[in-house]
DNA sequence: TAATCATATGTAATCGATTACAGTATTGCT
DNA sequence: AGCAATACTGTAATCGATTACATATGATTA
């Protein structure tokens, strides 16, 4: 394998000369350019980055830690940070976290191993102690799911306003009896949903009853489960807004199971608006989030933070939508 | 920025010593050994593997190409390639590559600038000249899709034998009308699903008819549209064999929206038992791959080539399985 | 022509680790 | 005590790039 030594001596000059021509730095004459140009060819010459990334201590690389690339809310996401990050010259590593916060320390490791420059979490499980404390060494930004006292920027929608949005349509079409499926977990993405939830109940003069909310994973089966409970309790809502669209589904799919329509029983609504929302029938009403944006701005902000454009955290909220399908339309 | 020089400094050793605490690599007095561990705790020490990778040339990183990570198939079997990945002391990089072949080489490059020791190929799109010579530079691997004349290493199923099991059991099941819903693209799976389908109807004495045969992309919506071809040309068969699950469910509620029931007028099949194939309703009967077993077997096989154990392209199929669901059971 | 300046090029230090080799200290044995 | 073997440690070269600084060359001007 042809090293820059190699191609210095192929092309009768010197290692810096090859250098100079490889990156543009400064002027290089025609002749000399042209010999190692040629030299590279020949040699079929490489430049071994390991080498070039010593010397400058970057890696041009960005870390993307998610808790499974199967949830197809993230794709999206992830394509629009890889666009920017290519845009600009890095790439991304993309990283499976299972959700598992040791997965996630192994995976930091590289980051403070210098084989990253920066990280973007989506969803971590960490403590925000911890997030503070990786934050203050190395450029971190948050996608979608944020920790509020960790001293990290972070990108990602207004959860509960979208979720006001949602039980608001719900209102609109004449529900008063709405259930909640939620999920029990620490995001905050989940408080503020169920925030929102409340507010738009409040707001409308209906008292939040405990007993129409459920809770899930965001999983297919666990929506299934919370719906079954409404039905078991004999305390059945005319309306559910679930917090995924996955258990969205699954609460369709209880509500079928006992003979029932959706919308004209029971109207369903989901959120993040996944690309099987709308093959499913009836299509799924639901929040859509701005994936791509969302994934573009958080690498415009961590390429930032490496570059040391920005110091202090930023918080930023793109825009939510809601998507009407049949699943409301009654 | 701590460096190993540091560290020795404040434990009053060589650098050599502190090397050899890290790596265990070779006796070191139980007095020394305390002085480099308090001092790598005192100064918050982490080796820069970008100086420990020059110096050994090895990067202990896996590129795997895959096509995009919002098919759910790709999932499980990343997963698995992450497990022996990391077992190993490797880890993986992902890379979406949205099946472009410069996107592939511009992740190649990764490899070629000794970013990472090996590569696993999911559906690429490359030619297999292109293929070979990659594979005679570096270590790589093809999963589940692979050009039969590169050479390089490959873990697959029989996708022959599997289409024949599924177009089987619907005969089984009484039909002698059974279409099939393909794709027109150069992927190898492809042409063995079409062969294992015509043998399947050869065996049983029914002729071959091409105008059963559709094509889509994969897609829900092609689905939508390659089943409406059907009906359009008034040719309707009674069994449907579709090459993906997502075009199983396009086909399904291509059905629905004639008033037809599955599986009662229509029997439809999938292939790659996706989560949402078992949330659907009906539940979706599919050819089920060993997703996990193709990933672990892959990176294996990786791990061996780049240790140089595995010279000769070596050629794997693991087995597939037919899993019963509610759409093909009249 | 000599002095000055611009341009092109090369030498060698550097990044942070690993490790061959050499050297020193300690132990065991006779 | 003397010597060999063993255990430990340190020096310095090395991986492959970048680049500050020095130097060489040629062009320009007084």
């Given amino acids: 394998m042809a090293t820059i ?32 140009l040629d030299a590279i060819r020949q040699l079929n010459y490489q430049p071994n980055l390991l080498g070039r990334n010593l010397r400058l201590m970057q890696t041009k690389m960005a870390l993307v830690l998610l808790p499974t690339i199967s949830n197809p809310f993230y ?50 499980e960490m403590s925000e102690e911890e997030l503070s404390q990786i934050a203050m060494r190395f450029p971190v930004v948050q996608c979608c799911e944020y920790k509020e006292e960790a001293r ?5 929608i207004d ?5 006001y949005m949602a039980v608001k349509h719900l209102i609109k079409q004449g529900h008063r009896k709405i259930g909640l499926i939620s999920c029990e977990n620490s995001f905050i993405s989940t408080k503020q949903r169920e925030e929102g939830y409340k507010i738009a ?46 258990m969205a589904i699954g609460a369709i799919k209880s509500i079928w199971a006992k003979g029932l329509k959706v919308p ?6 989901g959120f993040d608006d996944i690309n099987f929302a709308s093959m499913y029938s009836p299509g799924l009403t639901t929040i859509a989030q701005p994936q791509y944006d969302l994934g573009c701005v958080s690498m415009e902000l961590l390429l930032k933070v490496i570059g040391g454009e920005i110091i202090e955290p930023q918080t930023i909220y793109l825009e939510h939508e809601l998507i009407i399908r049949e699943s409301t339309l009654g």
Avoid: W
């Fill in 5 to 36: 030594q190699d191609v210095a001596k192929e092309a009768g000059v010197s290692v810096a000369t090859v250098s100079r021509v490889i990156n543009g730095s400064s002027k290089v004459s025609p002749k000399a350019r042209k010999a190692v």
């Fill in 75 to 124: 794709s999206m996401i992830v394509k629009g940070m890889e666009d920017v990050a290519h845009k600009n010259g890095y790439n991304v590593m993309l990283c499976n976290t299972n959700s598992d916060v040791s997965r996630e320390k192994v995976y930091l490791e590289l980051m403070k191993n210098r084989l990253a420059d920066g990280v973007i979490f989506l969803a971590s």
């Fill in 152 to 156: 990290a920027s972070h990108v990602s």
């Fill in 159 to 163: 959860n509960k306003a979208a979720a």
């Fill in 201 to 246: 109940l409040e707001e409308e003069g209906i008292l939040v009853d405990l007993s129409l909310i459920k809770h899930g994973d965001y999983g297919f089966r666990s929506g299934i489960r919370a719906m079954n409970q409404f039905f078991i309790e004999n305390n059945v809502p005319t309306a559910v807004f679930c917090i995924s669209d996955s």
């Fill in 264 to 269: 004209k029983d029971i109207a369903v609504m």
